[in-house]
């Protein structure tokens, strides 16, 4: 009976960790994102809008006003990128993956739409970044 309390446990334990998602340190995502090809310049930038957008959590989900959700760890939102009733899915990815620690799909995605509206496509990239102190990077290399 001891060791199946310890297994149903170990169980519960788990699904917690994988539910979750991952929560990212400031430095481990920009060394990430610099070897994905980001430049430097920009980690800051990008730094301050996972901060204020997800909180550096893979696991992030947003319920917005106008009926739409914005996944991950960088909000990417089901009306154009990722698959959903809206039906566009620009990145052509499920939003559920935008949710898991592998974030390579999310990465390949934010370059799409940051060639196409730079960072402000990020609603708190221009009201908590934009024009503002940015955290920096500089002890991450």
């Not at 199946?4 to 990212?24: D, E, N």
Request: with cysteine; hydrophobic share 40%.
């Amino acid at each position: 009976m001891k060791n199946l309390y310890a297994v149903t446990v170990l169980l519960f334990v788990a699904f917690l960790a994988v539910s979750h998602g991952k929560v990212y340190r400031k430095c481990e995502l920009a060394r990430i994102m610099q070897n994905n090809g980001f430049p430097r310049e920009q980690l800051r930038d990008w730094m301050c809008l996972v901060q204020n957008e997800s909180g550096f959590n893979t696991s992030a989900i947003n319920y917005n006003r106008r009926g739409t959700i914005d996944y991950g760890l960088f909000q990417i939102n089901n009306r154009y990128w990722c698959d959903s009733s809206f039906g566009s899915n620009d990145c052509k990815i499920t939003c559920k993956s935008l949710l898991d620690d592998d974030i390579a799909n999310d990465l390949k995605c934010i370059k799409l739409i940051y060639k196409r509206h730079k960072f402000t496509a990020w609603v708190a990239w221009n009201n908590k970044c934009q024009g503002k102190a940015l955290p920096t990077v500089n002890e991450c290399f």
